[in-house]
């Protein structure tokens, strides 16, 4: 999500924290700073809105003496809009401590309510300024205020002081702190959020990846969650949170920065595939249980009664979007909520029949899709509530929308989308889950196993992603192919379509998604021999009448690969077989999506088009 850079050593500190963090600019950020401690123990912070570049020229008018420690981090909004003081570093009261995090802690709201009680002050809207916070308060509780405390006690008592603060917060981070008191010593902590060290001579460095320091060394080690560094000048010495002195591997990384910035992956669509479990946890986490339950109105204003006072859910977005609407229509059609799903720029006179007995949904990654806000307008102008399902905090649709969840799926840069989508469809499921609950629709041991089933999805994203493979050997085997069909029912007949669209969007060729049905109703006429055709046939109640139209493209010639599972497999004839986890029908269009995403990755791949930036397309289409 966003970028975190540390360092500790000479006195370049501010050209190597800035330096650090334009090579983290790639994974996207709204807003960036840095904090660091001058040659008189000082606190010296620089924030912006906006560029890294900013920033660099507001260090230049005002430079710092004598730093040898610092942090730095480029912000991704999650909690609070984008702005300067939403911005990291975050400071405590006495701007003595300072703070940079990734991920989200899961119980700020509660730290927070606390802290304010205790009388701390709060100057930013974010999840992460508690932080600093918790760790002024954990020092007060180790007695130490000014001259209390040995100089040679500091920093026993800092490193104290922040595992009884880490022993309080929930939730997923990478985090590092410095305090002016103390500045020969930075610590740093990794809890589901990547971590790691990088080793000089005389100087020592911390990112979220590698590519923020490899200019200076190539020399690291990967932090494990629930482990934390404290690091100085001349060594690093690592521990368990529970303050156990552990030893870890050094390894040297063989990447060139261009790689580093992709984590090894050739292309960002490729890393982003690959994100998906971690996308899927990121958007569940600490909203899930109990459904039906208070979470969604204390996180998003959205009650239990609220949900119950809807007549019908109408979903609207375009392209990959459009596609999650359609699984969600079917979800909450399966629990007996009446919904609808409908393309926004084909919205116009649907709008003026809601009212506010309807719930839009407007689904976007960039949450700045001009047909997805017209859509919206109009909604709203007809009395109806809309919710918004977004990547993007502070983006136009969260503020024009009545309820907001956000995906927190971090900075999605391949122009196709891929883990956006999965974070679109785990907010959906999760959406359904409480409205059905809410509703009575799904009762106590249902309403569990439910959870159960979408708790399962990282497991079983993470193992189709290690057949990547084999998946991309069937997809060499077609690139030379200029039309594709997918096909499907039901509840992945929106997974056929975004098949599809990946692969017209990156290879450029002649795709269509189409109800499995519905082929013998005219399109089957194209088929010819030797035409790939994709059926996605999981086990469930469409496979029967899946296996048949499989039958029927077959006669025509089609070269079917069958996405299936283990027991559909036996039912579904095929030429070439994706097997995928068995896993509930319903639940099935997470999994359903992975191998038609690597397919289309591996065409493309093999045709060498732009995959990251494929011809024509934007990332944002902000014009109707
Ligand atoms: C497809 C893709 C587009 C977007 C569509 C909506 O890979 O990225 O189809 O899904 O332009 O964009 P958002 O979600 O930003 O509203």
């Known amino acids: 999500m966003c970028g975190i850079t540390g360092y500790i050593g000479g006195n ?5 924290l ?33 560029r890294v570049g900013a920033l660099d020229k507001l260090v230049a008018a005002e430079p710092v003496k004598g730093a040898r420690i610092g942090i730095g981090h480029t912000r991704w909004a999650t909690h609070g809009v984008p702005s300067e003081d939403n911005a990291h570093p975050h400071t405590d009261c006495a701007s003595q401590l300072v703070v940079v995090h990734n991920g989200i802690i899961e119980n700020y709201l509660e730290l927070k309510e606390q802290l304010l009680f205790a009388g701390h002050k709060f100057k930013s809207e974010t999840d ?30 800092f490193f104290e002081a922040f595992r009884r603060m880490l022993a309080d917060i929930k939730g997923s981070f990478a985090l590092s702190v410095i305090w002016a008191r103390c500045p020969h010593m930075l610590l740093a902590a990794r809890m589901y959020s990547p971590l790691v060290v990088g080793l000089g001579k005389g100087e020592n460095f911390i990112a979220s990846d590698v590519s923020a320091f490899l200019k200076h060394t190539k020399r690291v080690v990967f932090l494990n969650d629930g482990e934390m560094a404290a690091v100085k000048e001349d060594g690093v010495d690592f521990y368990t949170f529970q303050g156990k002195k552990i030893s870890k591997d050094c390894v040297t990384i063989q990447w060139d920065s261009t790689m580093a910035e992709k984590g090894g992956y050739k292309h960002f669509m490729l890393k982003e595939i690959h994100e998906q479990a971690e ?32 007549s019908g859910v109408q979903f609207i977005a375009c392209g990959t979007a459009y596609h999650a609407c359609l699984v969600g229509r079917v979800l909450f059609e399966n629990f007996g909520v009446p919904a609808s799903a409908d393309i926004a720029s084909e919205f116009t006179d649907r709008a003026g029949l809601l009212s506010d007995k309807t719930l839009v949904v407007a689904i976007s990654q960039s949450g700045e899709t001009a047909d997805t806000l017209f859509a919206v307008r109009e909604a709203r102008a007809s009395g109806a509530k809309v919710l918004a399902i977004t990547n993007t905090v502070g983006s136009t649709l969260t503020r024009e929308a009545d309820y907001v969840l956000h995906t927190h799926c971090g900075p999605e840069i391949g122009v196709a989308s891929t883990k956006a ?86 290879s450029y060729v002649h795709a269509e998604g189409y109800p499995a049905g519905e082929m013998k109703h005219g399109p089957i006429a194209i088929i010819y021999a030797g035409m ?79 995959i990251d930036k494929p011809r024509n397309l934007a990332k944002s289409v902000t014009v109707r």
């Open 279 to 310: 996308a899927v946890e990121n958007t569940l986490r600490g909203r899930l249980l109990p459904l039906g339950g208070d979470i969604l109105r204390r996180e998003i204003g959205l009650s239990a009664d609220a949900m119950r006072s809807f």
């Open 18 to 50: 800035i330096d650090g963090l334009k090579r983290l600019e790639y994974r996207g950020y709204d807003s960036c700073g840095i904090a660091v401690i001058d040659a008189r123990n000082s606190l010296y912070l620089r924030r912006v809105s906006g």
């Open 128 to 157: 992460t300024e508690v932080i600093a916070h918790l760790l002024e308060e954990k020092l007060k509780t180790l007695h130490v205020q000014e001259k209390a405390v040995r100089s040679d006690m500091l920093e026993p008592v």
């Open 12 to 16: 370049k500190t501010t050209d190597i």
């Open 532 to 610: 790939p055709l994709l059926a996605v046939a999981p086990s469930g109640r469409a496979l029967e009448l899946m296996a048949g139209n499989v039958e029927e493209a077959k006669a025509r010639g089609a070269e079917v690969v069958a996405i299936v599972d283990s027991a559909s497999k036996k039912v579904i004839k095929a030429s070439r077989y994706i097997t995928l986890p068995l896993a509930d029908e319903l639940f099935t269009p997470m999994l359903t999506v992975i191998p038609l995403q690597i397919f289309a990755y591996h065409v493309a791949l093999a045709k060498k088009c732009d």
């Open 421 to 506: 989508f999965m974070g679109q469809l785990a907010a959906i499921y999760l959406l359904a889950g409480h409205f059905a609950a809410a509703r009575r629709l799904l009762l106590e041991t249902d309403a569990r196993s439910y959870a159960e089933n979408l708790l399962k999805m990282p497991r079983l994203i993470e193992e189709i992603l290690e057949q990547e493979k084999e998946i991309a050997k069937v997809a060499q085997g077609f690139a030379s192919s200029e039309h594709f069909l997918f096909i499907s029912r039901h509840i992945n007949y929106p997974i056929a379509l975004e098949g599809a669209l990946k692969i017209k969007e990156i």
